[in-house]
């Protein structure tokens, strides 16, 4: 079992930067593909970025690539989201989820864990 709690979001103007936050409990995070999946008001869930279990791999979505980083640190079960050059359209609430599987996962499907999300609102 892994429960994951997000923390980090906010309310930033336009351009700003943001780092969210994801840490696991349980002895088993460090074998998780980690990823980050986003919900804008109207919209449906969409795949943001992952990263593999060794940290060895990252995977982005087009709308983000360049702009977002996303990071691992097994030894304090957290996954990181360094949001830069950020756009009134990333605003959503931000999930992070815990899955094993084919990499790389782009499915919400493919993970068996989440947390609750965290808001993050870009004003322009």
């Known amino acids: 079992q892994v429960q994951l709690v997000e923390s980090g979001g906010g309310l930033v103007q336009a351009g700003g930067s943001l780092r969210l936050s994801c840490t696991a409990s349980?002895?088993?995070?460090?074998?998780?593909?980690m990823a980050w999946f986003r919900q804008g008001p109207g919209k449906e869930r969409e795949f943001v970025a992952t990263?593999?279990?060794?940290?060895?791999?990252?995977y982005y979505a087009e709308s983000v690539k360049g702009r977002f980083t996303i990071s691992r640190d097994n030894a304090k079960k957290t996954v990181y989201l360094q949001m830069n050059s950020l756009k009134p359209e990333d605003t959503a609430v931000y999930y992070c989820?815990?899955?094993?599987?084919?990499?790389?996962?782009?499915?919400?499907?493919?993970?068996?864990?989440w947390g609750q999300g965290t808001q993050v609102t870009v004003s322009s």
């Open positions: 349980g002895r088993t995070f460090g074998s998780f593909d």
């Open positions: 989820a815990a899955g094993r599987g084919a990499w790389p996962i782009l499915s919400g499907y493919g993970y068996g864990y």
């Open positions: 990263i593999s279990w060794t940290g060895g791999n990252t």
